[in-house]
Structures are given as structure tokens and as C-alpha cells.
């Protein structure tokens, strides 16, 4: 690993450089009510980006929708005062 691997490892609470790491590891069993709160939590992260997508998709379609009126309507007064240019 790279020398500067090792201090974000510990930065971010991943215990011991590899360095002084005691091999083999024990590894304790997750509790059953942890394990449930992780997928809660989990599910509701993703519900919650996927609702914030959506309706940041809403509001670019709303703009769009609104853009294009506007130039319609900026062509349509285009052409009237060509109309009564000619009268």
C-alpha cells in the first residue's frame, strides 16, 4: 500500500495500520438489530434519492415545457408584426 494510504485508513476509523495489524483478525457476529437498522436505513437513503431525482426531472421538464412556450409565442408576435408590416 502506499505510505499515504495508511493515515486516511485511520482517519477514517479502520483501525490499525496494516502495519501493526495482529493477523488472524477476529471478527465479532453482527447483531441481528443493527443488521435490521443498516437495511432500514439503506432503503430509505435510496427512496429518498430516487423521490429527489424525480423531482429535480420534474422541475428541468417543467423549464423545458415553459422555455418552449415562450419562443412560440415570441414567433407567433414575430409574425404578427410582419403581418401588419405589410398592411
Known sequence: MAARALP??????????????KYPYTIKPLDQEVSDLG???????TIFIMGKGRLV?????HQMQQ???????????FWE???????
Open 8 to 21: 486516511k485508513m485511520e482517519l477514517l476509523f479502520m483501525g490499525p495500520c496494516i502495519k501493526e495489524a
Open 39 to 45: 437495511v432500514e436505513l439503506l432503503g430509505e437513503i
Open 57 to 61: 426531472l420534474e422541475y428541468c421538464s
Open 67 to 77: 422555455h418552449k412556450e415562450e419562443e412560440q409565442q415570441l414567433a407567433w408576435m
Open 81 to 87: 408584426m410582419r403581418l401588419e408590416s405589410w398592411d
